[in-house]
């Protein structure tokens, strides 16, 4: 069992009963952190970023346990700061965001994921 942080553009994994812990670095400031639930083999989550005048993304982290790392199994473009991600609890490539653009309007979007 792991415990996660997210502190501005780092990603911390704190694993319970351990001292170990990891760090991922996104390219932005990160809002959003979600476990993907759906992935039953892999611990893996998804984070957004909160970019006001640069583009955002939306990370597929996945973390490993044999080796304490954590990498991005995958990073699409978001046109919008990602307030919220919401991934599917039953199927591993549908996730929802909650976003808000530069010129105020919000949405919730849902993506598929390859």
């Known amino acids: 069992m792991a415990d996660v942080f997210i502190l501005l553009s780092t990603i911390e994994i704190v694993v319970m009963y ?11 400031h990160a809002r959003a952190l979600a476990p993907q639930k759906a992935s039953k083999e892999r611990h893996r989550f998804i984070v957004g970023t909160c ?6 993304e939306l990370s597929v982290l996945e973390y490993h346990e044999n080796s ?3 990498e991005a199994s995958a990073i699409y473009n978001h046109p919008d700061q990602i307030w919220a991600v919401e991934p599917s609890p039953n199927e591993s490539d549908l996730v929802v965001t909650s976003s808000q653009s530069s010129s105020n309007n919000k949405a919730l979007t849902l993506y598929r994921m390859p």
């Open 68 to 70: 304490n790392q954590i």
């Open 51 to 56: 970019s006001l005048h640069e583009s955002n």
């Open 18 to 28: 351990s001292s170990q812990s990891c760090v991922f670095a996104v390219n932005h």
